[in-house]
């Protein structure tokens, strides 16, 4: 009789810097290798500011703790362009015994250029059995839960005016 083998989730998304210091490292990581201008690095740096700093990699790092909760296994977090990057959760998942991963990319949307990259990524960091979710764009699920949530936004707002 053989085992299963140990399974996870990889959580993909596209990454933020982590502080206003990494803004540099993270647009030249996006331009492949190529720093932004010094003006685009003040207009990007201003933004950063105008938000308060970027919630992405806790808020998917909250998403991988809800997601091993309920689905029962471990889950981790791997970014596209900003530490931990793919290749680093891929690596956790290594150390903590994970043989075969799910590759999740959190984006809902089919793009080839996108998700390819990061399937890209992960073939490259994964040497053991891998799953890839290519998209979850046009699951019954999530255009239900879609729908939900748009019929409980009209339903709370009253607009005058859509456009």
């Known amino acids: 009789m ?14 933020s810097p982590p502080t206003e210091a990494d803004i540099a490292a993270y647009f030249t990581h996006i ?5 932004p ?3 685009a690095l003040e207009e990007l740096t201003q933004r950063y500011r105008a938000i308060h700093g970027s919630p992405l990699t806790e808020i998917t790092r909250a998403q991988a703790a809800a997601l091993s909760e309920r689905a029962g296994l471990p889950a981790f977090v791997g970014m596209k362009h900003a530490s931990p990057f793919i290749a680093d959760g ?14 999740l990319p959190l984006a809902p949307h089919y793009a080839g250029m996108s998700l390819g990259s990061y399937q890209r ?15 979850f764009h046009d699951h019954p699920a999530f255009i239900g839960a879609v729908q939900a949530l748009l019929r409980e936004a009209l339903a709370a707002s009253r607009p005058d005016r859509l456009f």
């Open 31 to 35: 331009r492949g290798g190529r720093p």
């Open 2 to 15: 053989s085992r299963e083998p140990s399974t996870g989730i990889l959580c993909m998304a596209y990454g």
């Open 121 to 135: 990524s992960l073939r490259e960091a994964w040497d053991g059995e891998l799953v890839f979710v290519p998209g």
């Open 90 to 103: 891929a690596a956790e998942a290594r150390r903590n015994g994970v043989e075969r991963l799910v590759g």
């Open 37 to 39: 201008s010094p003006e």
